[in-house]
């Protein structure tokens, strides 16, 4: 079973700037670029889509997946933020860096949301291949990038 990540009802989701004030981070990994760039610009366009004023996105770019929970905990300390979005895009290749990349980033999300402090939207692709990565990132099965800025609305909001 397919589905499309940009398709979502959004008159199930609540306000996504609560008195102009909420603000949103999105950090975004710059290996893969084509592919993470593509998905920060849906979660973008998604933010503003539902109220969110250009000055209450920051956006941030970190050298890869890996370091894209640093970014997270950096932003966590010093500002105020409601919900981050961290975007990364890993490709399976011929070694095992793969699962330690994804085992990483996906530790460190989880460790990060368990303080409590403010919740971490976890939109990495962790593809086989290319294709699987182009179809995700605003192909045939949509825009991961807007799945993480609905999540995060939601979560921003609990």
């Not at 929970?69 to 011929?94: H, K, N, P, S």
């Amino acid at each position: 079973m397919t589905t499309d990540l940009s398709k979502y009802d959004a008159s199930q989701l609540p306000s996504a700037d609560v008195l102009g004030r909420q603000r949103y981070a999105i950090i975004v990994a710059e290996w893969n670029s084509e592919i993470t760039y593509a998905l920060a610009q849906g979660a973008i366009d998604t933010l503003v889509k539902h109220g969110v004023a250009h000055e209450n996105i920051d956006v941030m770019h970190v050298p890869g997946a890996v370091e894209l929970t640093y970014g997270a905990a950096r932003l966590m300390r010093e500002e105020r933020i409601d919900a981050i979005i961290v975007i990364g895009c890993v490709i399976q290749g011929d070694t095992p860096h793969f699962d330690y990349v994804c085992q990483s980033v996906t530790q460190g999300v989880a460790m990060l949301n368990t303080q409590g402090k403010v919740p971490v939207i976890f939109s990495v692709l962790t593809v086989l291949n290319r294709q699987q990565a182009l179809d995700r990132c605003g192909g045939k099965l949509g825009n991961k990038g807007v799945e993480g800025a609905v999540t995060a609305i939601k979560m921003a909001n609990l």
